[in-house]
């Protein structure tokens, strides 16, 4: 609510920290009656009226008789207020006794603009603090003595707007290539409880399920070279295939035949066999562990046919 100016008696409280800040505190107080309209008082006005002045009864009607009271902040006054020193000392431990029953009463200034850390005393931290050298900051000061705003914002609508929505899209991308065991057969014979030799055959089946034909798929498994030697063999079975797939389609691809025998035989069960699909979508890795298959000993009845490995 807006009130009279007339009606509103304001006291200025400060520290007298040199002549040059006396002065100015003065002509700050001025200006207040004169150009604002409000019955500022200070301790400069109080001891014109009597010649033997009670500071203290001074400091009591300040604080009792006053609608506000602006405090204005500087060096010196911090350093009196934290030492409770002198009359600072003595206004500063009312003030921060009422300052929370009564928060509206004060009002902080500072005539010269300065680093807060530097005048505002720790009990006083995290209140406004006007720099009266902006002018905009006059017309603040000017609410706060009346409680008044500067800002008129429109009332509340009865009714808030309906929020738009959207479908935030997930990061996981669907595998759109993939690769499963469609046929193994597998068989190993032994003696003595020792294994030395063991024969694979394996069917893959390579689905492209995208929306896009695949020129190039490079299946990849590992290095034959890493099971058994070639001295068996009239021509070195190679490691990689090159396929093209069209989209939606299924390819069943045949890798070599396997047939390891003697020490390699159990290097081989003991790696996974991993076979990779590179492509301009993605990569897919499929790995088997052939030491899970169940073997059998009997060289003539050890065929296995797995379709979901």
């Given at each position: ?96 006794n009422d300052l929370p ?186 790995f088997l562990n052939f030491s899970e298959i ?16």
């Amino acid at each position: 609510m807006k009130h009279d100016s007339k009606n509103i008696k304001v006291a200025i409280l400060y520290s007298h920290d040199s002549e040059e800040h006396i002065n100015n505190v003065n002509r700050f107080c001025a200006t207040l009656r004169d150009v604002w309209g409000f019955e500022a008082v200070i301790d400069t006005i109080k001891r014109q009226e009597t010649s033997a002045i009670n500071f203290r009864k001074m400091q009591h009607q300040f604080f009792t008789a006053f609608n506000k009271i602006i405090v204005v902040l500087s060096r010196g006054y911090k350093l009196k207020a934290e030492g409770f020193s002198g009359g600072v000392g003595e206004e500063y431990q009312i003030l921060i006794n009422d300052l929370p029953s009564n928060p509206q009463k004060y009002v902080f200034v500072m005539l010269n603009s300065s680093n807060l850390n530097d005048i505002v005393p720790v009990g006083l931290r995290g209140y406004d603090v006007l720099d009266l050298e902006l002018t905009s900051n006059w017309t603040l000061l000017n609410a706060k003595l009346q409680e008044t705003t500067v800002s008129i914002f429109p009332p509340v609508n009865d009714s808030m707007r309906p929020v738009q929505t959207k479908t935030i899209q997930t990061d996981v991308i669907k595998q759109k290539l993939t690769c499963k065991v469609f046929k193994l057969i597998g068989r190993k014979s032994t003696i003595a409880n020792k294994i030395y030799r063991i024969n694979l055959d394996l069917k893959v089946v390579i689905s492209n399920e995208s929306d896009t034909n695949l020129e190039k798929v490079l299946l990849q498994f590992n290095s034959l070279e890493d099971f058994f030697d070639f001295d068996d063999f009239t021509k070195k079975p190679s490691s990689k295939i090159d396929l093209e797939l069209f989209k939606g389609q299924e390819e069943v691809i045949s890798l070599p035949s396997l047939q390891i025998h003697s020490g390699n035989c159990y290097k081989f069960l003991s790696q996974d066999f991993k076979i990779s699909l590179f492509s301009k979508l993605e990569k897919v890795d499929l790995f088997l562990n052939f030491s899970e298959i169940p073997w059998e000993d009997n060289f003539e009845a050890n065929y296995l046919n797995v379709s979901d490995f």
